[in-house]
């Protein structure tokens, strides 16, 4: 295997819990899976780390997959809906580092992290965290304490505000890096 395909991730969706019925083979992102399956109920992500959405276009609730079998979306995330798009995350090696920002439009107290926060409130004292700006890395962030709730994909970028990005919720509470051993 050469270095370029250790990199890319593969995973296989099946229509139909179980790995059963019609399946889609994909290594990168795909917007709209409706045109390759009916609907998607499982999985088995043999290589790299994907996020997956509820919605077309990348949209609605995320889920995090790494390397393993998912036999059945719905019992084990709470999807109310089956899988609808894919974005494949890539492999970072080095350091990682995002700022996070108590209030929208980086204002408010402020920090910078390089590791995992299990609870904002409990490490920085803070209340929130409504907005953050990603140098490097990728990153988890989640609604609630100890890597709970609705999730949200962090890649390097400026992130001025949660709310408009469809959270039902504007602010994070925990957030946690994406770490080569997933893949």
Not at 130 to 147: A, I, K, N, R, T
Not at 161 to 172: K, P, R, Y
Request: charged letters at 25%.
């Amino acid at each position: 295997m050469t270095s370029s395909s250790m990199n890319m991730g593969r995973v296989v969706f099946f229509e139909d819990r179980n790995f059963q019925g019609r399946s889609y083979e994909s290594s990168s992102d795909c917007a709209d899976m409706s045109s390759y399956l009916s609907r998607c109920q499982s999985c088995k992500v043999e290589r790299g780390c994907f996020m997956v959405y509820d919605r077309t276009n990348y949209m609605g609730n995320q889920f995090f997959l790494k390397r393993g079998d998912y036999s059945d979306y719905q019992s084990m995330m709470g999807m109310s809906d089956c899988i609808k798009s894919c974005r494949m995350i890539p492999m970072h090696r080095g350091q990682y580092r995002m700022k996070i920002y108590e209030k929208e439009n980086f204002g408010g107290q402020s920090h910078e992290m390089m590791e995992d926060c299990n609870n904002v409130m409990e490490r920085f004292r803070m209340s929130n965290c409504m907005s953050c700006q990603v140098m490097d890395g990728q990153w988890l962030m989640y609604e609630q304490p100890s890597f709970r709730g609705r999730m949200m994909y962090m890649k390097p970028g400026e992130y001025r505000s949660f709310s408009s990005m469809g959270m039902s919720s504007n602010h994070f509470m925990s957030m946690r890096r994406i770490m080569d051993s997933y893949y």
